[in-house]
């Protein structure tokens, strides 16, 4: 393979692994504020949606909708489709709370935040699965 695209593809999923780890630091500290981790939790997910798209060299799409990324990931490979209800759920924190007036709270709820935080994890150790170590981030 390309080293161009391992590295391209790499740098996908390392983005979305901080995302994550992000994610996870800022929901365990005190005054951590779950706004932040859930936003985090939609970009671990469509980063690592977007990085497997690049390995299947679809040209990149500017475009933060999940539910179209999960789209088009399952045209390469049928059981993305199983990750729909994932991209349902994490689809919305792109904007919601990120900006006042998206959201009627400030804050998502702990429970809101909580199952975030398990799709986005589902979502991106299946990409994780379906994608060759010659591209996993060490």
């Not at 590295?7 to 780890?21: F, N, Q, S």
């Not at 949606?49 to 999940?66: C, M, S, T, V």
């Not at 088009?72 to 489709?81: I, K, R, V």
């Not at 709270?105 to 429970?111: D, G, H, V």
């Amino acid at each position: 393979m390309d080293e161009a695209k391992c590295d391209l593809v790499r740098a996908w999923l390392i983005k979305a692994r901080h995302d994550l780890d992000t994610a996870h630091q800022i929901s365990g500290l005190p005054q951590g504020h779950l706004d932040v981790a859930i936003y985090h939790c939609q970009q671990a997910a469509e980063k690592a949606i977007k990085g497997y798209l690049a390995f299947q060299d679809h040209p990149p799409e500017r475009i933060h909708d999940l539910k179209r990324l999960v789209g088009l990931a399952a045209g390469y490979d049928s059981a993305f489709a199983d990750l729909l209800n994932a991209a349902v759920i994490l689809n919305p924190y792109a904007t919601a709370f990120r900006y006042p007036n998206e959201a009627p709270l400030l804050e998502p709820t702990r429970i809101e935040f909580t199952e975030a935080l398990e799709a986005a994890t589902r979502l991106v150790q299946f990409v994780l699965s379906r994608l060759p170590s010659a591209v996993q981030p060490v």
